[in-house]
């Protein structure tokens, strides 16, 4: 399916998402458009929250050659901590490599090597871990990562609230460390979170990309 981010706004976003974490595929291809890297890899982040093993593969790499563009995949692969590899599906290029990494990658349940993308002791980063302490047991009892849960709390999502059933002291906490972490940056809480995804892939995905 063709979304941009797993908050659940739209229905092809909450179908996704709900596969995702009712049915725990052994592995995900994450298509995206090379040709618009930093708006794409925004769901690729939350895709890596969620802990399945994953390989990115960069589409149109044609199209980006031939606007004397790169994109070193070995640089990406490392700022992402998971597998990529460059295609061009209308070509027919590189999809057997895709497929076989893929396989590998899902057989042998290589997990996304990096899940935390807020900058160390910053606002967002103090309020992430203190909420992650919060509901790590919820969490884990419903079997779904606690980084990804606490990144949909934050943001307001009631049925990720509903799923874990927290208790009154539990909601009050996390809400005063979010209305901190919004006091502290002067954005709103989906604000704050979009900014850390962006800033990571701007600081981390950038260096990769030639232009």
Do not use: W
Not at 23 to 48: C, F, H
């Amino acid at each position: 399916s063709g979304i941009y981010s797993l908050s659940p706004y739209t229905s092809e976003e909450i179908v996704t998402r709900d596969f995702l974490i009712k049915e725990k595929p052994d592995g995900i291809i994450n298509i995206v458009d090379a040709t618009n890297i930093e708006r794409n890899l925004y769901l690729t982040l939350q895709l890596l929250e969620l802990k399945v093993p994953m390989v990115l593969a960069l589409n149109m790499m044609d199209e980006v050659r031939a606007n004397g563009g790169t994109i070193d995949v070995k640089k990406m692969s490392a700022a992402l901590g998971i597998p990529v590899v460059p295609i061009s599906a209308a070509k027919g290029e590189g999809v057997s490599e895709l497929i076989d990494q893929a396989v590998q990658t899902a057989r042998n349940k290589v997990l996304p090597k990096v899940t935390d993308f807020c900058a160390e002791g910053s606002p967002v980063h103090r309020c992430i871990h203190a909420v992650v302490h919060l509901i790590s047991d919820h969490a884990d009892r419903l079997g779904i990562p606690s980084r990804f849960c606490t990144a949909k709390l934050i943001e307001g999502d009631g049925e990720m609230l509903r799923r874990l059933e927290l208790d009154q002291n539990e909601l009050e906490l996390i809400e005063h460390s979010v209305l901190e972490m919004e006091h502290e940056t002067g954005f709103d809480r989906n604000e704050a979170l979009a900014n850390m995804r962006y800033t990571f892939i701007e600081n981390g995905v950038a260096e990769a990309v030639v232009k």
